[in-house]
């Protein structure tokens, strides 16, 4: 082949590591001509570290790359297939999940080789001080800063760079053992302090991996901050001697003294990984990759697939450009393997917050632990679960539907997200709920036939629970003059017709969510300028204190003691009409910046008097309300509060205090917390995904002993059960799926019912309401009604 680009003649890759190693001998072998030269600090094949970790897709992606390196990284794996938890005493194991093993020196040997093999220059025992000293010693035109995780060149340039460093809360130490496991091994040991984890797993025909784990606090309250590294060995072997079979662990880390071989990871993001520096006169590019440039918790294993896997991207640009100067190349580069980096890093803070708070779950019996930690990173879902185990995974929905009450179909257990919930007195059929969504189309306060429309067709769509939007007890407390209020008798009564109408329908419950604008009222209509004042006729505002929510907005007024009386007066005859009116459900709009929240926010109260300061103050007038509300309201009803659990700013509301805030509700007498986020303020930045809400849900349900909502980015039925079945939260909002089809429950639970039970027949005694509901909607579209999977798929 030829050279990719023009100007590339001389690679220089400053760190034998995987990254450095593999980027080296791919473009070796993609471009002869290449001078490629490769510097490690190390001695030739000398290296440190136990076992690593790929999945089989990873090796796929190596056979693609270099069929002769993966053929011979694969000849030195040890494969399997199962992960084995142990905890409490208890035992689950579960298969299907394809891992391969190889230990770390084993693995840079093979990539040693060939190197040497295609002609790539190795040279060893040289601790690069300059990098561009050596680049220009070596006349490079493409410098790869592979030099680890403790990278100086990250350092060196990190105006460019802007790295964000974050030293993760657990300790942990890399030990080994001849103890052969054969599968992948999670064991939980609790002691007086706390609770320590063991990841566990084989990479050799005679070793294995023995990673020890614990939250620092634990770490420290058992001594081992002071102890000699041999007592700190001593010390993970007696705690988990019933997993070792007599076989001792190992340290290969005897460089270091005390208890310095316990390290707390530290999570590693830059802004950038592309550094321009002039080198003897010319323009020459420093590219971080691997661990310099990004790292992922080892509990995923994805540290050495990263930095492979950035290789192999970066190798492909440059295939992938042939003839395009530099600058596009690493631009193409950084934008394509960018994204994929973050999805794994979200995907690892997911799973490494979890071992940071195993206690948060260890209230679960075994089945639902087990579940949750296959599930933590949200990478592995439901019915990914099912593809690897499905024997298993089906045992687990049984268990599942067993506590739950409900009644499988055609021998087979019912998914997670069709399991029935009472709450108080109310029996939801299932776990999904239809989110409050604004619709902008009441006329004076008042639900028109547009609502009828919207709430009913969601109502006989199988929903278990359909949410009215955020409805205002004031005429002034109305985000846009096209919201609807609950506060005279036309209102009551249209609310009186959507609600009959739902109870006739359907076997759907339906609630209201009550809120005040606070200071993001008296706005135009979301389809013309969310969030922007009207352009005349705008009302005054109220909040706790005068803090406008963006600069175009108007200042509210600070609420004196007399607005507060008068304002949980009217949520009161609200709450009264509410109940006339026949909901089932009644929620408290405490979230998204509005009144209540307002008052919870820091950002948005300055107050100096008893409900401003601490947190406990700023919840003292919301909670003022939500005590005068369910006083009114039918002691066998349910109340939820949506809140924001993180304000996404600095100097904002944190998960921490929503914990907080989800306690004080609790005490209230709330039944559920609606776990939303964000929207606050203006200079709030959240981290966007599939669910990302999810785990504030889950932090507080499991933390605060209280039933949750989740909400946010839920878009597939596999999101729902993987949430429900993992524990993270109790019932499912989904909006925008919602929207695009009324039926969006129905639908799913067919699809559902299709791949995972046999159909039932429509009038058979016993079968639950949503069934029943899902064959009158396929008579109603012509559709036949089968006892065949095959013909209903």
């Not at 270099?66 to 208890?90: C, L, R, S």
């Not at 990004?294 to 950035?310: M, N, R, V, W």
């Not at 949200?378 to 990914?384: A, F, G, K, L, V």
Request: charged share 20%; glycine share 8%; net charge negative.
């Amino acid at each position: 082949m030829n050279t990719p680009i023009p100007a590339l003649r001389r690679i220089l890759c400053i760190g034998g590591g995987p990254a450095g190693l593999y980027f080296g001998l791919l473009m070796k072998r993609r471009h002869p001509a290449l001078e490629v030269t490769v510097v490690e600090r190390n001695r030739p094949f000398d290296t440190f570290g136990w076992g690593v970790v790929f999945s089989d897709q990873t090796l796929q992606n190596l056979r693609r790359a270099d069929p002769e390196t993966a053929q011979a990284m694969q000849d030195a794996f040890n494969h399997w297939d199962d992960i084995e938890v142990f905890y409490k005493g208890g035992r689950v194991r579960s298969g299907g999940h394809g891992f391969i093993g190889i230990g770390r020196k084993r693995l840079l040997n093979i990539l040693q080789e060939r190197c040497l093999a295609l002609g790539v220059q190795l040279v060893f025992e040289t601790d690069v001080t300059d990098d561009q000293a050596l680049a220009q010693q070596y006349n490079a035109d493409l410098v790869i800063a592979s030099d680890g995780l403790n990278s100086r060149i990250r350092t060196r340039y990190e105006r460019t760079f802007q790295p964000d460093i974050d030293t993760r809360l657990c300790r942990f130490v890399w030990l080994g053992t001849k103890k052969t496991f054969d599968a992948f091994t999670f064991a939980f040991e609790q002691t007086e302090h706390g609770w320590f984890q063991a990841h566990a797993y084989q990479f050799d025909g005679e070793t294995s991996t023995f990673i020890v784990e614990t939250p620092e606090p634990v770490w420290k309250a058992h001594g081992l901050e002071d102890m000699s590294q041999e007592d700190g060995v001593a010390f993970c072997e007696q705690l988990f001697a019933k997993y070792l079979d007599g076989n001792a662990l190992i340290s290969n880390a005897k460089h270091l003294r005390g208890s310095a071989n316990w390290i707390r990871f530290p999570r590693v993001i830059c802004n950038t990984w592309v550094h321009w520096q002039d080198i003897a006169g010319k323009q020459t590019p420093i590219v971080l990759m691997g661990d310099a440039a990004h790292t992922a918790h080892f509990s995923i294993g994805s540290g050495t697939k990263l930095a492979l896997e950035d290789a192999i991207d970066l190798a492909d640009e440059f295939t992938r450009h042939a003839g395009a100067d530099m600058a596009t190349v690493l631009q193409a580069y950084e934008a394509r393997r960018s994204v994929e980096v973050l999805k794994i890093q979200n995907a690892a803070r997911n799973s490494t917050e979890w071992f940071e708070h195993v206690d948060r779950y260890t209230g679960m019996e075994i089945q639902q632990f087990a579940y949750s930690l296959l599930t933590r990173s949200q990478r592995i879902s439901h019915e990914n679960l099912r593809l690897r185990d499905a024997q298993w995974l089906e045992g687990y929905e049984g268990w599942l539907q067993e506590r739950s009450g409900g009644r499988g179909v055609g021998g087979k257990p019912t998914p997670p997200m069709l399991l029935p919930l009472k709450v108080r007195g109310t029996e939801l059929k299932n776990r999904i709920v239809v989110s409050p969504m604004a619709q902008y189309q009441a006329t004076d306060g008042v639900a028109g036939d547009w609502h009828l429309m919207h709430l009913g067709a969601r109502a006989v769509g199988g929903a278990a629970l359909v949410m009215v939007e955020m409805t205002s007890p004031t005429p002034e407390g109305r985000i846009t003059p096209g919201c609807p209020g609950l506060w005279n008798d036309a209102q009551q009564q249209a609310f009186t017709r959507i609600v009959d109408f739902a109870h006739q329908h359907s076997s759907a419950k339906i609630g209201l969510q009550l809120g005040h604008s606070g200071p993001k009222g008296s706005t135009q209509l979301g389809w013309d300028a969310i969030d922007e004042p009207l352009p005349s006729g705008n009302w005054p505002l109220l909040s706790a204190s005068a803090v406008a929510y963006g600069e175009q907005n108007q200042v509210p007024s600070a609420m004196t003691r007399a607005d507060m009386d008068a304002m949980t007066a009217a949520f009161v005859e609200s709450t009264q009409r509410a109940a006339a009116a026949g909901f089932d459900w009644l929620e408290l709009h405490c979230a998204h910046g509005y009144l209540l929240s307002a008052f919870i926010c820091p950002l948005t109260n300055q107050r100096t008097d008893e409900y401003g300061g601490s947190l406990a103050n700023r919840c003292r007038y919301p909670l003022e309300v939500f005590a005068a509300m369910r006083a009114v309201w039918p002691a066998d009803k349910p109340m939820s509060v949506r809140i924001s659990a993180h304000d996404w700013a600095p100097g904002g509301n944190t998960p921490d205090d929503a914990v907080e805030m989800a306690r004080l509700f609790k005490a209230a007498g709330c039944d559920v917390i609606d776990v939303s986020s964000g929207q606050t303020t203006r200079a709030a930045k959240p981290v966007y995904g599939r669910m990302y809400q999810t785990p504030f849900a889950d932090r507080i349900r499991n933390e605060v002993d209280i039933l949750t909502m989740a909400v946010g980015a839920i878009q597939e039925a596999d999101h729902a059960n993987s949430i429900i079945g993992a524990g993270r939260a109790d019932l499912c909002a989904v909006a925008r799926p919602h929207l695009a089809d009324p039926a969006w429950t129905l639908h799913e639970a067919a699809k559902l019912q299709t791949r995972a039970v046999q159909w039932p027949r429509p009038y058979e005694s016993g079968r639950d309401q949503l069934y029943r509901e899902i064959a009158r909607q396929q008579a109603l579209q012509g559709t036949p009604i089968t006892t065949d999977p095959a013909e209903t798929a």
